[in-house]
C-alpha cells in the first residue's frame, strides 16, 4: 500500500482503536497493524505526538513482568477530533469513490 | 543488533530531546522488543521490524516538531568547543576575582608593585621595537613610495598584534605565577558525546557557583576590612602606598572623566532625537543640524568648565 496513504489514516486508526477501550503501546501496535500494514516504529510518535496534543492523556499500570506499562486514554477533545478526522475521511472516500464510478462508466 | 546496541543508538540519536520524555520512549520500544521476543519472535527479526533506525528517528523527532534537517554534528562540534572556551574563561576570571578579594591588602600592595613593574618591562621592549622598527623604516627610505608605504603598514601591524599576543601571554602568565598559585585550565572532555550536550547548562551552573563564591568571599573581605579599620593596624609600606595612590587616581579619573562625559552624551542624545523628530516633521535638514552641533558644543563647553573649574581651583590654592 503506498506510504502516503498510510501516513494520512494511521492517526484516525489509532484514534478508533483507543476509542474502544484504554490499552498501552504494544496493545496499540497489534490492532492497527491486523488493519494496516504499517512499520511499527512510527506508531510510538504518533502516539507521543497525539499526547501532547493532549487527545491522549496516560497512566501507568503494574504489570506482573518487565517494567510498569503505560495506558493510552482517549481524552474529550480526543474523541471530538477522532470525529472531525472520521466524518472528513468519510466525505472524502464518498467524493474519491463517486469519481472512480464515474470514469469506470465513462 | 541486539536489544542493547538498537536502544543504545536510538538514545544517541535522540539527545535533541529531553531527558525524561526520551527515556519514555526508550522504555516504550524497550517495552515492545521484549513483548515481541515473547510472542515468539527472534530479537533480531524483532528490531528489523523497525526498519530504517534513521527514518525511524526522524519520524520521533518530527512528533516533537524538531527540524530533522538540523546538522547536530557540526554543531555540537563548534559548540563544544566554544562552551569549553567560554567555561574556562569564566572560571579564569571568576577565580581571579575571588582569590583578589581573599588578599590582604599589604599582599594586594604587593602584587600591585611587581605589576607595574611588568607593565615597565612591557613599555621597555615597546620602546626598544620602535627604535629599531624607526632605524628600520629610514632604511626603507631608499625603496619608492608605493612599496614603502604598504610594508610598513603592514610591519605595524604584526608588531602590533604580536605585543599585544605577548602583553596577553604575560599577564596571564604573570597572574598565574603571583596571583593564582594553584590555578589549572578545566580539562576539555573530547570525546563525551551525552553530557556535551548540556554543556550550556554545566557553564551556567559553573558560573552560577563561583558568583555565588565571590560574593561570599566579597562580604567575608568586607568584614575582615572593617574589622581592620577598628583595630587600626595599619602598616605604611611601599605597597600600601602605591594603593592609595591607584585609589586616588581612579576617584580623580572618576570625577574628572565620568560627569563630562555623561553631560556630552545626555546633550548628543537629546540632539539626536530633536534631529530625528524634526527630519521627521519636514525641517529642512540643515537647519536641525546647527541645533545638534549647538548642543554638541554645549556639551563641550560642560567639558571644559568642569574641567577648568577643578583644575583652576587646584592652581589657586
Redesign the interface.
Known sequence: MNAQFKKGVLELVVLICLHQHDMYGYEVVSEVSKVIDVNEGTIYPLLKRLTNEKYFETYLVESTEGPPRKYYHLTKSGEIYKNELKEEWISFNRSVMKFIMECDYN | MTKEEFIKTLEEKLLLINDE?RK??L??????I??KIESGLSEEQAIE???DMD??VN??L???HINTDYDNKANSKVGRHLSYYLQNAANFLTTLSVSLFEKSRQELGQILIKFIGLCAVIFALWLGTELVFGIFYSALGILPRFLRVPIRNIMDMVVSLFFLALTLYLFYFFICRYVLVNYKPLEFEGNVSRENHFDAQKTVNAVKEKTVDATNSLLEYIQERESHHRVKAHSYSLGNFCLSVLSFCIKCIAVLVLIPIALAVLCLAVGCGMLVVFVFKGFSIVGSLFLVLGLALMGAACFAGIYRSVFGGGSDR
Open positions: 520524555e519514555d520512549i522504555i516504550e520500544y524497550e517495552q515492545h521484549q513483548l521490524d523497525f526498519g527514518e525511524l519520524e520521533i518530527d512528533a516533537y
